[in-house]
């Protein structure tokens, strides 16, 4: 659910009765404030936070938080002044993190460069402009890394065809730095030639992937979209590969 539709359903949720003035367990809440999301918004888990009296609701990748009651409900960040954390960052860190080890990573295109020791894995669309960006720039100056490109086709009906192409080339990699830097598309690929196409593209709803470039590092974090080469530095600097 995107967060503009959280945000209607700040609008609509249903004022009810309170709840005993004794601490509620998140069980209750839950079942409290599901029904008054709507019929087809389904509560992931709900979590007493340390801060403010306040619940954590998790819908899917999405945190919001409600009162006790169950009777408001809030969207947006929550932020410790006293030491400048974004605690709501930091939770949607936590639960989007996966086991790298476990991504199945013969489904991807392997690229190494360098003594290839950074690992990174990155979900790409054949037709993202972000992605081509993204290759044609900062991967492009980043070295002493191995990158798994999992081709993810979620922006029309001919990224399938596009790359499965890629897929059924002879140099895979090869193929796909051709046609996300150079624009050069890859040759036909025989009808017979089997693909990973729908594997990653469950594979990504699995992890939540809504847009594409999604990059996973070796920790099993991620970072939504194309960032530049001194942001993916920072980020292997925190991480002990």
Same mark, same amino acid.
């Given at each position: 659910?995107?967060?503009?539709?959280?945000?209607?359903?700040?609008?609509?949720?249903?004022?009810?009765?309170?709840?005993?003035?004794?601490?509620?367990?998140?069980?209750?809440?839950? !079942?409290?404030?599901?029904?008054?999301? &709507?019929?087809?918004?389904? $509560?992931?888990? %709900?979590? *007493?936070? +340390?801060?403010? /009296?306040?619940?954590?609701?998790?819908?899917?990748?999405?945190?919001?938080?409600?009162?006790?009651?169950?009777?408001?409900?809030?969207?947006?960040?929550?932020?410790?002044?006293?030491?400048?954390?974004?605690?709501?960052?930091?939770?949607?860190?936590?639960?989007?993190?996966?086991?790298?080890?476990?991504?199945?990573?013969? !489904?991807?295109?392997?690229?190494?460069? &360098?003594?290839?020791?950074? $690992?990174?894995? %990155?979900? *790409?669309? +054949?037709?993202? /402009?972000?992605?081509?960006?993204?290759?044609?720039?900062?991967?492009?100056?980043?070295?002493?890394?191995?990158?798994?490109?999992?081709?993810?086709?979620?922006?029309?009906?001919?990224?399938?065809?596009?790359?499965?192409?890629?897929?059924?080339?002879?140099?895979?990699?090869?193929?796909?730095?051709?046609?996300?830097?150079?624009?050069?598309?890859?040759?036909?690929?025989?009808?017979?030639?089997?693909?990973?196409?729908?594997?990653?593209?469950?594979?990504?709803?699995?992890?939540?992937?809504?847009?594409?470039?999604?990059?996973?590092?070796?920790?099993?974090?991620?970072?939504?979209?194309?960032?530049?080469?001194?942001?993916?530095?920072?980020?292997?600097?925190?991480?002990?590969?």
């Amino acid at each position: 659910m995107s967060m503009s539709k959280l945000g209607l359903l700040l609008l609509s949720a249903l004022m009810a009765g309170c709840v005993s003035a004794e601490t509620p367990s998140t069980d209750a809440i839950r !079942k409290l404030v599901e029904p008054r999301l &709507g019929t087809n918004v389904k $509560v992931d888990s %709900v979590k *007493e936070t +340390p801060y403010a /009296g306040l619940y954590e609701v998790r819908i899917g990748t999405d945190i919001l938080y409600t009162d006790k009651t169950a009777t408001y409900l809030f969207s947006g960040h929550v932020f410790n002044l006293v030491t400048s954390t974004d605690l709501t960052k930091e939770r949607l860190d936590e639960i989007n993190r996966i086991k790298f080890s476990d991504l199945p990573l013969d !489904k991807a295109i392997k690229t190494v460069k &360098g003594d290839g020791k950074r $690992v990174i894995a %990155v979900f *790409e669309d +054949p037709n993202c /402009g972000y992605c081509k960006r993204f290759r044609q720039t900062t991967l492009k100056d980043t070295d002493n890394v191995t990158i798994y490109t999992f081709m993810y086709n979620i922006l029309a009906e001919d990224s399938f065809v596009k790359s499965k192409n890629i897929w059924c080339s002879l140099d895979r990699s090869q193929a796909w730095d051709d046609w996300m830097i150079r624009n050069k598309p890859a040759a036909p690929a025989s009808a017979n030639c089997v693909t990973p196409n729908d594997e990653v593209l469950e594979l990504g709803r699995k992890l939540g992937v809504n847009g594409t470039p999604a990059i996973f590092f070796a920790d099993g974090s991620r970072v939504p979209g194309a960032i530049d080469s001194k942001m993916l530095e920072e980020k292997f600097a925190k991480i002990k590969q």
